[in-house]
C-alpha cells in the first residue's frame, strides 16, 4: 500500500499519518519531520533548510526529492509507505512519477482555516520524538510533558500567527494544485477532517479497503 496524505497545515496529517500507519504496519515518510530532526541535530540538509520552514516558505523541491529518493530505498518500504506532507509542488509530485513509485491512493483531509488556525494555536509538539499533543483534544497525561518520552512539550517555531498564515498562502498556491493533478489520475479521496481524530481515521482507513 502506498498512500499519499494531502491536507492544509493542521489539517491532522501528522495525527492521522500514526493512527493509519500503525493499523495498516507500514511507516510513515514525514518530510516535515526529518527536515525538523535535521535542524535539532544541526544538519547541513536543517541549517539549510531552517530559514524556509521559519518563514513559513517550502525547501526547494531539489533537496526534497533527494529525501524522499533516498528514505523509499530503505528496508522498511519494501512492503509500502504513507506520505505525510510530501509531495506538496507539482514539480515534487512529477519527480515521484519519474522515480517509478506507483500510488494507490491520495487521501485529502480538508479542514476549514479556522478550525486549522485554532488546531494549530494548541499544538504542542515533542521536540525529541516528534510525538504531536493538543492542549484541549489531545492533552499529555503529565502537565507539558510527552507521553513517549517525558520531554518537556514546546510550541514549534514555525507555529506563530503570522507564520501560520504565510503557511496557509503557500499551500493554497503551490500545494492545493495536486488536488486536480491527482483527481485527473482518479487517485483522490476526500475525508472530512473536523470529526474527532479518531473518527477520521476510520474514515481514511475505510478510503484504504481496511
Ligand atoms: P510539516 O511538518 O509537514 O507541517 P505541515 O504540513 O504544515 O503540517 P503540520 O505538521 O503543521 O500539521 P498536520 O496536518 O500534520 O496536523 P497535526 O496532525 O499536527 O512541514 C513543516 C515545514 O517543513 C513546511 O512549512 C516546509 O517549510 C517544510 N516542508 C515539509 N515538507 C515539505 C515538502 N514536501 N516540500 C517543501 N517543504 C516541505 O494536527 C495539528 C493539531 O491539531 C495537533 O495539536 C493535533 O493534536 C490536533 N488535531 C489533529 N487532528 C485533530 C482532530 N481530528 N480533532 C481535534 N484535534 C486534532
Redesign the pocket.
Same mark, same amino acid.
Given at each position: 500500500m502506498r498512500v499519499i496524505l494531502l491536507?492544509a497545515?493542521?489539517?491532522? /496529517?501528522?495525527? $492521522?499519518a500514526e493512527a493509519v500507519c500503525k493499523a495498516l504496519n507500514i511507516p510513515a515518510i514525514?518530510?516535515?519531520?526529518i %527536515? /525538523?530532526a535535521a535542524m535539532k541535530e544541526g544538519t547541513p540538509l536543517g541549517l539549510s533548510?531552517k530559514s524556509? !520552514?521559519e518563514s513559513? $516558505? %517550502? &525547501?526547494p523541491d531539489d533537496v !526534497?526529492i533527494g529525501i524522499v529518493k533516498a528514505r523509499i530505498r530503505e528496508d522498511d518500504c519494501k512492503n509500502g509507505f504513507l506520505f +505525510?506532507?510530501?509531495? #506538496?509542488?507539482i514539480a $515534487?509530485a512529477e519527480a515521484l512519477d519519474q522515480m517509478g513509485v506507483t500510488i494507490d491512493r491520495v487521501i485529502n483531509i480538508r479542514a476549514s482555516d479556522d478550525l486549522i488556525i485554532r #488546531? !494549530?494555536g494548541?499544538?504542542?509538539s515533542c521536540p525529541a520524538c516528534g510525538a &504531536?499533543?493538543?492542549i484541549e483534544? /489531545?492533552k499529555p497525561k503529565s502537565d507539558n510533558l510527552c507521553d513517549n518520552c517525558g520531554e518537556k512539550l514546546v510550541i514549534r517555531s +514555525?507555529d506563530e500567527p503570522q507564520t501560520v498564515q504565510k #503557511?496557509l498562502q503557500v499551500y493554497r498556491s503551490q500545494t492545493k494544485p495536486l488536488e486536480r493533478f491527482y483527481a485527473e489520475k482518479g487517485l483522490l479521496f476526500e475525508v472530512d477532517?473536523e470529526?474527532?481524530?479518531s473518527l &477520521?481515521t476510520k474514515d481514511i482507513l475505510g478510503v484504504l479497503g481496511q
Open positions: 491536507g497545515p493542521g489539517a491532522g /496529517k501528522g495525527t $492521522q514525514s518530510t516535515g519531520n %527536515l /525538523k533548510a524556509f !520552514i513559513g $516558505q %517550502l &525547501v !526534497i +505525510d506532507g510530501f509531495p #506538496r509542488t $515534487q #488546531r !494549530i494548541g499544538r504542542r &504531536v499533543f493538543h483534544h /489531545k +514555525d #503557511r477532517g470529526k474527532d481524530s &477520521v
